[in-house]
């Protein structure tokens, strides 16, 4: 049976902290406007609550519709999250929970968003190479699975493969129809029973929840179209909770692309799981397909 290689992509292939620099500041700046603070407090302020995240990694996260469903240490945009309800707690503003979040979640992810650079990897172009020989040569199919919306991933995609091309190594090109953008990993639905409610890790307080419905269905409907099973698809991703959970509960392979903001009670768990596998550099992680798929 072949086997499919299902890939995160900001964070997975991309340097995160890096590209959201300019979001941060972008986001922290309107943060201060609308809490009618000065932009110097709101900077001082982020940072201590930052630190504070960091040093209580398992208590913070990406809260949606009351439940955390992603840790918030991870990369700048999930920090954002409980840095910004902080501020706006103390400050004493939008009050009104579901408007906090619209303006919070909608309005100012996106329009930052904007101001966000691309910066891949070390390894990223090889990485994606080596996909494209394996599927030549094996039976092997290869996609990738996002939260983020599949235009601005198709064109990181294009300019990694116009910088390639300019250096005279293979297009990358055949990828950019592979991405399958607002795969909503996040949402979680009670009444899809599939899978058990919820898991627990070893250090980590709280449980991971993993009725994500909407991603089931989109890695579901992949493993349709290639012809796949869940003993046979692979899922490498940068955040455990949010990439990796669901596909490991269901059976498939899993592997975790780290940072330096990485969770230990990830790397810990993943270590110690005969489907998990850690790896901090795309040369390591292409090493590892390139053995799963050689007969």
């Given amino acids: 049976m072949p086997k499919l290689i299902v890939l995160d992509f900001d964070g997975t292939l991309t340097n995160a902290e890096e590209e959201g620099k300019n979001y941060r500041q972008g986001y922290l700046q309107d943060v201060a406007l ?16 930052e630190n504070e995240i960091m040093q209580n990694a398992d208590r913070y996260g990406w809260n949606f519709h009351g439940k955390i469903v992603a840790p918030a240490i991870v990369d700048p945009y999930l920090r954002i999250m ?3 309800r902080m501020i706006f707690d103390k400050a004493g503003v939008f ?3 579901e408007q906090r979040d619209r303006i919070l979640d909608r309005i100012l992810y996106k329009y930052n968003y904007q101001k966000t650079v691309t910066a891949f990897r070390e390894g990223a172009g090889a990485f994606l190479q080596a996909l494209g020989q394996l599927e030549e040569e094996q039976h092997l199919f290869s996609c990738v699975v996002t939260n983020s919306h599949t235009d601005p991933v198709q064109n990181k995609i294009r300019l990694l493969s116009q910088q390639r091309q300019e250096e005279g190594l293979a297009s ?3 990828m950019v129809e592979r991405v399958h ?6 949402i979680i639905d009670e009444d899809f029973s599939a899978v058990s409610a919820e898991m ?9 929840f993993l009725r994500r419905h909407l991603y089931y269905q989109r890695l579901c409907s992949l493993q349709q179209q290639y012809g796949v099973d869940w003993n046979n698809t692979v899922v490498i991703g940068d955040i455990f909770e949010l990439d990796l959970s669901l596909p490991l509960a269901c059976g498939a392979q899993v592997a975790l692309m780290v940072n330096q903001f990485t969770p230990q009670y990830e790397i810990d768990f993943l270590q110690n799981h005969a489907r998990g596998m850690v790896f901090e550099s795309l040369s390591a992680a292409q090493t590892w397909v390139e053995n799963l798929t050689t007969p």
């Fill in 172 to 174: 990358l090109d055949w």
């Fill in 200 to 208: 627990s890790v070893p250090n980590l307080s709280r449980p991971i």
């Fill in 82 to 84: 409980p840095i910004s």
């Fill in 181 to 186: 953008g607002s795969a909503k990993k996040y």
């Fill in 95 to 97: 009050t009104d929970i």
């Fill in 34 to 49: 609308l809490a009618n603070l000065e932009s110097a407090e709101v900077f001082q302020l982020a940072q201590e609550f």
